[in-house]
């Protein structure tokens, strides 16, 4: 038992290490990238690389996102305990339980039943009551809870659906990847100010794409 925690905290301590190396420093954000065990929300099959730094495929042909692009996408949206946050594609619910430990309230809406409920599951069993899961369709955003501080999008489109620009307050930020499915994606950081959206790219990215409608099968 002892050998078996070591070994994983090897991994834990390597996934971190690696985590930093892509540029992310914020210390708290690094923290709560120590406390969410992603092991929690992989497939059993993928066990033995939970903590490397990649993407892994999850049911319903989903992914859950490489551990750095995570913590990127996170940094990005230059969150504070008060801010509500819309994430757009719960997958495994990794990444909402990163969230809800740095904002105040998360929304979080899934097209396939099945995720959302796993994901609701594990987030309950971390004890995340500000995080809520729905089974929506992402393009339309969440307007029972709109406006939000923040907008994640975890899947690309060729430009972002005009419904999550209208549910981001007033110098809120949306970080999302924009491109076609077979084409060049690019992780987008917007930003309402009072002329406008201010667009700025940030890196090139490879995203599964986001579909309208709720799943009918799953």
């Known amino acids: 038992m002892a050998s078996s925690k070591t070994e994983a905290d090897v991994r834990r301590a390597a996934l971190l290490l690696s985590v930093r190396r892509r540029g992310i420093r914020d210390p708290h954000l690094m923290r709560v990238f120590e406390q969410v065990p992603r092991d929690l929300f992989v497939d059993e099959d993928f066990l033995d690389i939970a903590f ?3 993407a892994l495929p999850i049911a319903c042909g989903q992914t859950i996102s490489q551990p750095a692009v995570v913590a990127l996408m996170t940094q990005m949206l230059d969150l504070a305990s008060h801010h509500s946050v819309l994430e757009v594609g719960t ?19 899934e097209r396939f039943r099945a995720l959302a409920r796993t994901a609701a599951d594990r987030l309950k069993s971390l004890g995340l009551e500000n995080v809520e899961v729905r089974v929506a369709d992402g393009r339309l955003g969440y307007p029972p809870r ?23 307050l007033p110098g809120g930020v949306l970080v999302a990847p924009v491109g076609p499915q077979e084409g060049p994606q690019m992780l987008m950081r917007y930003e309402r100010m009072p002329e406008g959206m ?15 409608g709720i799943a009918t099968v799953l």
Request: no cysteine; net charge neutral; glycine share 6%.
């Open 52 to 54: 490397a730094d990649q």
């Open 91 to 109: 997958g495994s619910g990794y990444h909402a339980a990163i969230l809800g430990h740095l904002a105040g309230r998360v929304v979080s809406v």
């Open 146 to 168: 709109a406006p939000f501080d923040r907008i994640i999008v975890t899947a690309a489109a060729p430009e972002v659906p005009p419904a999550l620009f209208e549910q981001l």
């Open 198 to 212: 201010k667009a700025r790219e940030v890196l090139p990215v490879r995203f599964v794409p986001l579909l309208s």
